[in-house]
C-alpha cells in the first residue's frame, strides 16, 4: 500500500543567512509511510480556483497529521505545501493535495 516515504516539517522560523538567504529553521517528523497518487481532474479544478497548482496526492494515516503546512518527500528531498486535506468516512487514512514549493522559497 505505501510506495514512498515523507517527513512533515513542523512550524519554525525562517531566519536570514549573511548571503540574504532564508533558511528555514524546525524540526522534520520521524520518517511516515506515504502513498504517492496522482492528481485527478476534479483536484486541479478545485486548485485552479483557489489560486494554486495540485501537483501531488499523498495519502498517509490520518493519526500522523496534525495540521503541519509543509511536507519532505525522502526520495528527493523535494518539499510540498500542504493546500488541501480530505479524509474519507470511516477511513484511517487521510490524503494532501499538495503543491511542490520552488526552489528558493521559504
Same mark, same amino acid.
Do not use: P
Given at each position: *500500500?505505501? $510506495? &514512498?516515504s515523507i517527513r512533515l516539517l513542523k512550524k519554525g522560523n525562517s531566519t536570514q543567512d549573511k %548571503? =540574504?538567504?532564508y533558511q528555514p529553521e524546525g524540526e522534520l517528523s520521524e520518517s511516515i509511510p506515504a502513498s504517492f497518487t496522482d492528481v485527478t481532474r476534479n483536484d486541479e479544478i478545485l486548485a485552479s480556483q483557489e489560486g494554486y497548482t495540485a501537483d501531488q496526492n499523498i495519502e498517509i494515516l490520518a493519526c500522523n497529521y496534525s495540521g503541519e =503546512?509543509?511536507? *519532505? %518527500?525522502e526520495s528527493? =528531498?523535494?518539499i510540498y505545501e500542504v493546500r488541501r486535506t480530505y479524509r474519507r $468516512?470511516?477511513? *484511517?487514512s487521510m490524503?494532501?493535495?499538495? &503543491?511542490?514549493r520552488q526552489n528558493g522559497t521559504v
Open positions: *500500500m505505501w $510506495n &514512498e %548571503d =540574504g538567504f =503546512g509543509s511536507l *519532505m %518527500d528527493d =528531498g523535494s $468516512n470511516k477511513s *484511517m490524503i494532501l493535495t499538495c &503543491e511542490r
